[in-house]
């Protein structure tokens, strides 16, 4: 028990550094994926095509999971028959619905390469739709099987009020408890049918994301080798389409092998403790690299940023040049030649 309400590791799940980073993490994501949306919006080239509406979402999608992460500063207790997710708020919820808008999005960007039916009005309508199924499944599963009750008051550990500082035995604390074997009525352990049956939905559900953006992957790729490309634009196209799966391999490493081990880990009977909130805090790294990462990559978005720091340096110091009365004021108002 001392083990698990002291870790070594504790100064890291816990406290100041728990909370700064993913605080850190945020502000990184935030201002990474807005120079990226910025880079997208001062490259106004017709050869990015729809890519274009596929990288912006992947940026909206990191700022918004970003700051779920900081406002929600999970924690998360692995034991041998479940686990306790302990966020202080319970906004994490919406931050998991970014996948919804990246299958949309794919869907949308392999129909408009392959077949060329749908309009955009009719996508917008139609990610919506799904994202509302989507979620409101998540909530539903939640609900009937995953939040607080008198069995799990009872149980909660007493160390999450050292560790956590939280008492997951207050009726007034909100949490979620994974639990697959719950004590029955003689004191063992058994099966617990409405968990099992919440995982299977999540799982079904992620499964069937992963189905679509690997079909949609592939259809993308196809096609594109049946089309003929002037030089520039191929070159371009390739860039874009090898962005595309980095955006999609990056989550896979940072976010969903975690979250897949989250999900499976308890059915082995492996007890890992706190070590569940370094997987959480894991999950909180990508979001806050994707945007560099396509910057970097594609050479006309790297461009477009330094066009655009360019445009702001030149116009203020063209301003000066042509107002030399302008300079000479300042210098004798601030006593200094004013910065550029």
């Known amino acids: 028990m001392d083990d698990q309400a002291h870790p070594v590791y504790q100064w890291i799940i816990t406290g100041p550094f728990h909370t700064a980073f993913f605080i850190v993490m945020g502000v990184i994501s935030v201002v990474s994926s807005s120079a990226l949306i910025l880079s997208i919006y ?67 960007i392999a129909s408009r390469s ?3 039916r749908f309009r955009p009005i009719t996508w917008v309508a139609l990610s919506t739709v799904i994202y509302v199924l989507y979620m409101g499944a998540l909530f539903g599963v939640s609900l009937y099987a995953l939040m607080p009750s008198d069995y799990s008051r009872s ?20 949490y979620l408890l994974v639990t697959l074997k719950r004590l029955d009525a003689e004191g063992n352990l058994s099966w617990h049918a409405p968990t099992l049956i919440a995982l299977s939905v999540a799982g079904t559900l992620l499964a069937g994301t992963a189905a679509a953006i690997f079909l949609c992957i592939c ?13 520039k634009t191929r070159k371009l196209q390739r860039q874009l389409y090898k962005v595309l799966l980095i955006q999609t391999s990056v989550p896979c490493v940072f976010c969903y092998i975690p979250l897949a081990i989250m999900l499976f880990l308890p059915l082995t009977g492996a007890d890992i403790g706190s070590f569940g909130t370094i997987l959480v805090m894991i999950t909180a790294i990508f979001p806050s690299i994707e945007g560099l990462i396509v910057i970097l990559m594609i050479p006309l978005f790297r ?37 550029i």
Do not use: Q
Request: proline share 5%.
């Open 219 to 231: 259809l993308i790729n196809a096609h594109m080798k049946t089309l003929s490309f002037a030089p």
């Open 114 to 116: 392959c077949f060329d």
């Open 303 to 339: 461009r477009a940023i330094l066009r655009f720091l360019h445009i702001a340096f030149e116009t203020k110091m063209t301003f000066y040049m042509a107002n030399p009365a302008k300079v000479s004021s300042e210098i004798n108002t601030r006593g200094s030649i004013p910065r």
């Open 42 to 108: 001062a490259s106004r080239s017709s050869e990015i095509g729809a890519y274009r509406y596929l990288i912006l979402c992947f940026a909206v999608g990191d700022i918004v999971t970003s700051i779920m992460h900081a406002v929600a500063l999970p924690h998360l207790h692995m034991t041998s028959t479940g686990y306790w997710y302990l966020p202080r708020n319970d906004w994490i919820f919406f931050s998991k619905g970014g996948i919804v808008v990246l299958v949309v999005t794919f869907v949308y």
């Open 155 to 174: 149980v909660a550990p007493r160390f999450f009020i050292d560790l956590y500082g939280m008492d997951a035995s207050d009726p007034n604390s909100g």
